[in-house]
C-alpha cells in the first residue's frame, strides 16, 4: 500500500509540474464544446423540428436525450476517471462526443438524432469529471487550483456566450452545421492531449447495482415530466413512469448506504462545505438552463425572432459570464467562497423574477436587460462552488466527487427541460414561459439563503482541507 501511494504521488507531481498549462487547455477545450453543445442547439429548435418533426415533446428529447445520460453517467464517469486514469477517460469521451456530432448533423428524422444526442451526452458524461481531475492533478495547491477552475470555467462561459450566436448564425444557413463545429475542436483537444502526462489509477469497485438504479430512475422522472406536458399529470403512463422514479431513486440512496463500495459515498458529503455545492449546482442548471431554452422558443414563437436575432439577445446575457469566474476567484481569496457564491445567487433570482413579471409584456431590449444578471450571477456562483467542493474531498476522490457535482447539475438540467417544456405544452407559451421563470427563481432563493451558513467555513487553506475517510 505504501508503494502504491509513493507511486500516486510520483504520476502526481509529474502531472503537475509536467505540462500545466496544457493540461488545462485540454480540459477548457473539452468543456467548451460540452457547454457549447447543451446550449447551441437551443437556438435552432425552431428550425429542427420544421425540418425532422417531432412537435415539442421531440424537440425536449432532443435536449434531454443529451442531457439524460450526461446525468446519469457522469457517477460511473467519476468513478472510471479514478479507476483508469482521468486522461484515459477524456480520450474515450471525446472520441465518442465527436463521432456523434456527425451522427447528429448526418440525421435524417427526429429518432436519428436523439438517439445521436444520446451518445453524445455519453461522451460528454465521460469528459467532464476527467476534465476536472486533470486540473486537480495538475495543480494540487487549492489557490492555484480554485484559479485553474476560474480559468476553465471560462471555457464554459465563451461557450455560453458565443453558443447562441454560432447557433443561431449557422442555422440561418442549416441547423446540421452546429454540430460539425465540434469537429476542429476536437482535433484540437486531440493535438493537445498528445503532451498531457498519463494519469495515475487508482483502484475502485464498480457499483453496478447503483448505476442501473439510478439510470432508470433518471430516465423515468425525466419521461414522466415530459409527457406530463402532453398527456397531462393524471395519465396512467406518467404516473407509473414517475412513480418507478420515485422508487428506484429510494432503492438507489439505500445502496448507496449499505453497500461496500458505493458509486456515491455518502460520507464525502458529510460537511456542510462539501453538499452545498451540489445543491447549488442542480438549481444553478435549473436557472440558467431552463431560462436559456424558454427564452429560445419564447422569443422567436411571441416575439417574432428570427434563429439569428434570437442568438444576438443572448450576447449581452452570457457575455459577462466570461469575465464572472475571474472575478469569483478573487473575491474567494479575499473573502471566502460563500461571497460570490450568495451574490451570484441573488443576482440569478433576481433577473428571473424580473423576468416572471414582465414577460408578457416586455419588449425584446427589456427581456435581455432582466436575462443579463441570471449571466452574471452564474459566473460567480458555479466557479467557487466548484471549488469549495473539490478542495472539501480527498484528492484521490476529486473524481468521484465532480462526478457527483455535474450529476446534480445535468439532473438540473434534465429536470428543467422537461418541467418548464411541459409548461410550455399545458399553459401556452407565455404562460408557461412566466410560471417557469417564477419557479426557476423560488429554486434559486432557497439555495442562496442555504448559502449564507459557508460564510462560517473559512479559507480554502485551512478549514476546506480535504478530509479522510
Excluded at 122 to 127: E, R, S, V
Excluded at 161 to 190: E, K
Excluded at 340 to 359: D, E, K, N, R, T
Excluded at 385 to 410: E, F, K
Aim: glycine letters at 12%; proline letters at 5%.
Amino acid at each position: 500500500m505504501e508503494e502504491t501511494n509513493t507511486e500516486a504521488e510520483a504520476s502526481t507531481t509529474s502531472v503537475a509540474s509536467g505540462a500545466p498549462v496544457r493540461t488545462l487547455a485540454v480540459a477548457l477545450l473539452g468543456f467548451f464544446i460540452i457547454t457549447l453543445d447543451a446550449l447551441v442547439v437551443s437556438v435552432a429548435l425552431p428550425a429542427i423540428g420544421e425540418s425532422v418533426g417531432g412537435g415539442i415533446t421531440g424537440l425536449q428529447w432532443v435536449m434531454d436525450g443529451y442531457t439524460l445520460p450526461f446525468a446519469a453517467l457522469l457517477l460511473l464517469a467519476g468513478s472510471l476517471s479514478d479507476r483508469m486514469g482521468a486522461k484515459t477517460v477524456f480520450v474515450a469521451g471525446l472520441t465518442l462526443f465527436v463521432i456523434s456530432s456527425v451522427g447528429c448533423a448526418m440525421a435524417d428524422g427526429i429518432g436519428l438524432l436523439i438517439a445521436a444526442r444520446f451518445v453524445q451526452g455519453t461522451g460528454a458524461a465521460f469528459m467532464t469529471p476527467a476534465s476536472l481531475s486533470l486540473i486537480g492533478e495538475a495543480f494540487p495547491d487549492p489557490t492555484k487550483k480554485a484559479r485553474a477552475i476560474g480559468i476553465w470555467a471560462v471555457g464554459g462561459a465563451v461557450a455560453s456566450a458565443s453558443g447562441p450566436l454560432v447557433g443561431g448564425a449557422l442555422t440561418m444557413l442549416s441547423w446540421r452545421l452546429i454540430f460539425l463545429i465540434n469537429l476542429p475542436v476536437g482535433a484540437i483537444a486531440a493535438w493537445l492531449l498528445a503532451g498531457v502526462p498519463r494519469s495515475h489509477c487508482h483502484p475502485t469497485s464498480f457499483d453496478w447495482k447503483g448505476q442501473v438504479t439510478s439510470l432508470v430512475a433518471l430516465t423515468a422522472l425525466t419521461y414522466g415530466l415530459i409527457e406530463a406536458g402532453e398527456q397531462g399529470i393524471s395519465n396512467t403512463a406518467v404516473l407509473a413512469s414517475l412513480s418507478l422514479a420515485l422508487a428506484t431513486g429510494a432503492v438507489f440512496l439505500w445502496l448507496q448506504m449499505q453497500g461496500t463500495h458505493p458509486m456515491v459515498p455518502l460520507g464525502l458529503f458529510r460537511s456542510y462545505a462539501a453538499a452545498m455545492p451540489l445543491a447549488i449546482g442542480f438549481s444553478f442548471m435549473v436557472a440558467f438552463f431552463g431560462m436559456v431554452f424558454v427564452a429560445s422558443l419564447f422569443l422567436q414563437a411571441e416575439r417574432g425572432l428570427n434563429p439569428m436575432d434570437t442568438g444576438l439577445a443572448f450576447v449581452p446575457v452570457t457575455a459577462f459570464s466570461i469575465f464572472m469566474p475571474m472575478l469569483a476567484a478573487r473575491l474567494a481569496e479575499r473573502y471566502g467562497a460563500w461571497m460570490p457564491i450568495v451574490l451570484g445567487q441573488v443576482s440569478m433570482s433576481v433577473g428571473l423574477f424580473g423576468l416572471a413579471a414582465f414577460a408578457e409584456s416586455a419588449s425584446v431590449p427589456v427581456l435581455v436587460a432582466w436575462m443579463a444578471p441570471v449571466g452574471i450571477g452564474g459566473g460567480l456562483a458555479m466557479p467557487s462552488a466548484t471549488s469549495l467542493l473539490l478542495n472539501s474531498v480527498p484528492r484521490r476522490r476529486a473524481g468521484t466527487a465532480s462526478g457527483v457535482l455535474n450529476t446534480c447539475r445535468q439532473v438540473g438540467g434534465a429536470v428543467a427541460i422537461a418541467a418548464f417544456g411541459a409548461l410550455l405544452a399545458a399553459l401556452g407559451t407565455t404562460a408557461g414561459a412566466t410560471a417557469s421563470y417564477l419557479n426557476a427563481a423560488l429554486l434559486m432563493s432557497i439555495t442562496a439563503v442555504g448559502s449564507l451558513s459557508l460564510r462560517h467555513v473559512g479559507a480554502p487553506d485551512t478549514s476546506l482541507a480535504p478530509m479522510e475517510l
